[in-house]
């Protein structure tokens, strides 16, 4: 592992702690400003699916779910579809920027689940399910870390794609064909939103159980502490 | 370890970091009430311009087989104001005017002389929902033709019996599957679906596609917009 870590020596009582930049700036600048882009897009999207909440036909007309305007953005059809347009192109600027640097720079072998990873999963499921012993943690992600992460990145391009269909379905008829047509790709759009939401559900309980230096990384890109950097 | 720092630096290291993430700031000027409107009126600006540079007049739209066609009587009505504007048929003429060379009132008839296009496509709303129609009419570009349109100017609009209002870019007029549509499911059009003439423009959202026309512009400059467009809906709307 690649990460830089240091030792802060504390003047006053002269103890030693050890810190990693674990997370670059690039990094930090797209979670931040995506994690306000996602917060809009969601919050859009449920407004437009409120004006037709439902899969099937215009007629008759069965909702799958009524979901209340107010935990929805942009008031109206309209507003909201200002909202979605807008935002949309921060979220595939910061993904684009992000999808580069992380190649570009490297970094992305923190994030990327490949086949090494595999043996090191069912013990981490283990361990965070089952009351298990937890493995010795050698770099930054465990297995499932990375695993969530990757994913989180795949259903991020996956959620630009889908949308891409259900905004150009004629100009881009090939990739609304890819996805079964207009129809079906405004439904697969709509499951890709909740897959992500169960995402940040779990990123965010993570988050807390992880406590405070683990949280702070995300804003300054050191962490205090690590596990994974032995005296 | 590689190196080794005190507490105070380390800090101050933080510190600067923290301040390098400033620039996710800017995106509060969208909860500033002044500044909310302008920004995602320029961002839907920006959407209707990625969708004109998107646009291409020889792509056609998906058309279907018989088989596909949504029924017609599961084809859904969404009118701004009334189902039928109560029009009289007899009485009834397209007001040609602007940058064209034979401006003046035409009938149902003489629009009928050209050659007739039928196509199964899909019409999809703003709300959503889609359903797939079969469609008659002439194309718009030949119509173009005949009243000897600016092949400089920019936008066709139209105006309608229930006082709608749309407008479209030239390229979207001049697409081949852009119709003046007087047929659906090879029947005269229905009241309550724009008879005796509608627009049908795959290649747009359902609300750029007009019913009861009663007038045409050919124009350079564009004064309205559309009604929806007004509400402050995308201009473009391309599909």
């Known amino acids: 592992m690649s990460t830089h870590a240091i030792a802060v020596e504390n003047l006053k009582s002269g103890a030693v702690t050890t810190a990693v ?32 909440p439902s899969f099937g036909a215009k007629i008759p007309q069965k909702d799958l779910l009524h979901w209340p305007k107010a935990f929805a953005i942009g008031g109206w059809l309209g507003g909201a579809l200002q909202w979605h347009l807008t935002f949309m192109w921060i979220y595939i600027a910061t993904g684009i920027l992000y999808i580069g640097y992380q190649i570009f720079s490297g970094n992305y072998k923190q ?77 697969w759009h709509f499951l890709i939103m909740w897959a992500i939401l169960a995402f940040v559900f779990g990123h965010l309980v993570m988050v807390i159980l992880h406590g405070w230096d683990n949280f702070v990384s995300m804003f300054t890109g050191w962490k205090k502490n690590p596990e994974y950097v032995s005296e | 370890m590689k190196s080794a720092t005190d507490d105070r630096k380390f800090k101050a290291i933080n510190r600067r970091e923290l301040l390098k993430l400033t620039p996710v700031l800017a995106l509060g000027a969208f909860a500033i009430p002044k500044l909310q409107k302008p920004l995602l009126k320029s961002g839907l600006a920006f959407s209707d311009w990625a969708s004109a ?24 009505v969404n ?73 400089g100017a920019r936008f ?60 045409l512009h050919v124009t350079h400059v564009l004064d309205k917009v559309g009604y929806w467009e007004d509400q402050g809906y995308s201009y473009f709307y391309g599909l």
């Not at chain 1, 996602?38 to 409120?50: A, D, E, H, K, M």
């Not at chain 2, 087989?65 to 017609?72: C, D, R, Y």
Request: glycine content about 6%.
């Open chain 2, 156 to 215: 066709v609009t139209v105006e309608c019996a229930d006082d709608y209002y749309e407008s479209l870019d030239l390229a979207t007029a001049m697409h081949p599957q852009t119709l003046l549509c007087y047929e659906m499911y090879d029947k005269p059009l229905t009241p309550e679906h724009g008879a005796p003439l509608r627009l049908n423009i795959p290649t747009k959202i359902g609300y750029k596609q007009a019913k009861y026309l009663t007038a």
């Open chain 1, 21 to 52: 930049y674990e997370h670059p700036f690039v990094v930090r600048l797209c979670h931040w400003i995506n994690t306000v882009a996602l917060f809009v897009l969601v919050g859009s999207g449920l407004q437009i699916f409120r004006a037709f």
């Open chain 1, 111 to 187: 994030v990327l689940f490949t086949r090494r990873d595999l043996p090191g999963v069912w013990p981490m499921v283990r361990h965070y399910f089952f009351f298990g012993q937890k493995p010795p943690v050698k770099e930054a992600y465990n297995p499932l870390q990375k695993h969530a992460y990757t994913s989180a990145i795949a259903l991020g391009v996956l959620s630009v794609l889908t949308g891409l269909a259900v905004w150009k379905p004629v100009q881009l008829s090939w990739l609304a064909w890819m996805m079964g047509g207009f129809h079906l790709a405004r439904l």
């Open chain 2, 79 to 151: 009118d701004y104001d009334v189902d039928n504007p109560e029009i009289d048929f007899d009485k009834w003429t397209l007001t040609v005017g602007g940058a064209v060379q034979k401006p003046g009132d035409y009938t149902l008839a003489q629009i009928q002389e050209l050659p007739k296009t039928a196509q199964n496509t899909r019409h999809v709303c703003v709300e959503g929902w889609d359903v797939i129609g079969r469609f008659c009419g002439v194309q718009l570009s030949d119509f173009l033709k005949v009243i000897g349109a600016d092949p």
């Open chain 2, 53 to 76: 540079r998107l646009f291409r007049t020889g792509h056609l739209a998906p058309t279907f087989p018989e088989s596909a066609l949504t029924p017609f009587n599961k084809f859904p």
